[in-house]
């Protein structure tokens, strides 16, 4: 097998292409004939030793892909040769073969392409429990959705739309606002142009959003929080501007609003049985055409630098995904 390794978390650009042995699965595994990988901003922040999760040196990165099984544990019963499944984790994407436990392997229904399946559980997954778990969204309310044309953003509009929720997408180019648009926002504000707060204003005729979901940080969270419509809530998704905004406690008490913390990887580790069924739910949304990854790109597993570069300077709309060929 080849694959991508991190030797020292210094940045992407120290990553190199290896011919590894291929791995054997454990009892409880499977391997993972890898078809597609899709890189998200934990990937970046991974590599650079800032991420909650540090992987121990060296490993594979790519927490998210796809293909099929082609190597079955002793102790694995449920799986078999040749089906089709998902996977996401810490580290192990970015390369031809990857073992995993065997409960970490998501089978895939017939008609899921594996592109898709590649750039779907980590950002549907988070969108999902941020929005209707964590938010309680109800059909009718109004939604903004901050950083809106990223892997996050693009699934949080789309699952807003799915739930009968009004979605207001932010981005930072014209362009990106049109891409929100083509999948489904009802109204998009360029807030590298736009000021936030009167957009808002006249949008929803000065109530203010009943969502914020922001996977953005930085700048945008302070103005955003003041246009919070009354019993609000806020939900603290990521950072990816960098920065990590201090919100004065005395604004939640104004508004009656909530600052809700999303984190999707240790929801899958406390409440797996939760997890499952709302990956279910997406994955009926999915066959009933109701969403469906924007995939920015499909590169060559050995373009892996220039995914890595694209996601530093922002450059992605939805995700972009990296195939073995």
Not at 126 to 137: C, F, I, N, P, W
Not at 244 to 265: D, M, R, T, Y
Not at 275 to 280: D, E, F, I, M, Y
Request: proline residues 7%; neutral net charge; aromatic residues 8%.
């Amino acid at each position: 097998m080849h694959a991508w390794l991190c030797e020292t978390t210094t940045g992407p650009g120290d990553l190199v292409w290896r011919e590894l042995p291929t791995p054997e699965p454990a009892a409880d595994e499977v391997r993972v004939a890898i078809h597609a990988a899709s890189i998200n901003f934990p990937d970046l922040l991974t590599v650079e030793g800032k991420y909650q999760v540090r992987p121990p040196l060296p490993f594979v990165p790519g927490s998210e892909f796809a293909g099929k099984v082609d190597a079955v544990g002793s102790a694995v019963t449920y799986l078999k040769v040749g089906d089709p499944v998902a996977a996401i984790g810490s580290s192990g994407g970015f390369g031809t073969h990857a073992c995993i436990k065997a409960a970490q392997a998501i089978p895939l229904p017939p008609g899921f392409a594996l592109e898709d399946a590649a750039a779907f559980a980590f950002t549907y997954g988070t969108s999902h429990h941020a929005l209707l778990d964590r938010g309680q969204l109800k059909a009718g309310e109004t939604v903004l959705v901050l950083g809106a044309a990223g892997g996050v953003g693009t699934a949080a509009v789309q699952i807003a739309k799915a739930a009968g929720a009004k979605v207001i997408a932010a981005a930072s180019t014209d362009e990106k606002c049109e891409a929100c648009r083509g999948i489904g926002a009802d109204e998009t504000i360029n807030y590298s142009r736009d000021n936030l707060r009167d957009a808002l204003k006249t949008m929803t005729g000065g109530r203010g959003p009943d969502i914020i979901y922001d996977p953005v940080g930085g700048d945008l969270a302070e103005p955003a929080f003041r246009s919070i419509a009354w019993r609000g809530r806020y939900l603290v998704v990521g950072f990816a501007a960098g920065g990590i905004p201090a919100l004065p406690f005395n604004l939640s008490l104004l508004k009656g609003a909530s600052i809700v913390g999303v984190f999707w990887g240790d929801y899958v580790r406390r409440e797996p049985a939760a997890n499952a069924r709302a990956l279910g739910e997406l994955a009926r949304w999915y066959a009933e055409g109701k969403i469906k990854p924007l995939i920015d790109t499909l590169l060559p597993m050995s373009e892996l630098p220039t995914a890595y570069r694209r996601m530093a300077e922002r450059a992605i709309k939805g995700k972009l995904v990296l195939v073995n060929r």
